[in-house]
């Protein structure tokens, strides 16, 4: 079992910056590839962004590809992802997601955390 927990939503001006993070536990956090999913009012959770277990590559949806920037620090056991030039549309409860690489790009997901909700005021 894999536990995510994210932090670091809240509520942003239009053209402002956030970064969320996703410390994991229980298993090695380092074998999983990491990824963010986001689910806004009445739509369905779609995929953002993942990261191989070593971090050396990275994939972005198309919505995102620019202005977001996932990393992680496996040390830390920690996944972040950092948003720029945020728009009205990316309001959302961002999810931390573990799994595979294959996986998560597929969006197929083996753990879940709760959520965390990112407001942009416009």
């Known amino acids: 079992q894999v536990q995510l927990v994210e932090s670091g939503g809240g509520l942003v001006q239009a053209g402002g910056s956030l970064r969320l993070s996703c410390v994991a536990s229980?298993?090695?956090?380092?074998?999983?590839?990491m990824g963010w999913f986001r689910q806004a009012p009445g739509k369905e959770r779609k995929f953002v962004s993942a990261?191989?277990?070593?971090?050396?590559?990275?994939y972005y949806a198309d919505f995102v590809k620019g202005r977001f920037i996932i990393s992680r620090d496996n040390a830390k056991n920690t996944v972040y992802l950092q948003m720029n030039s945020l728009k009205s549309e990316d309001t959302a409860v961002y999810y931390c997601?573990?799994?595979?690489?294959?996986?998560?790009?597929?969006?197929?997901?083996?753990?879940w955390g709760k959520g965390t909700l990112v407001t942009v005021s416009s």
């Open positions: 997601a573990a799994g595979t690489w294959v996986g998560l790009t597929s969006g197929r997901v083996d753990y």
């Open positions: 229980g298993r090695t956090f380092s074998s999983y590839a």
């Open positions: 990261i191989s277990w070593s971090g050396s590559s990275t």
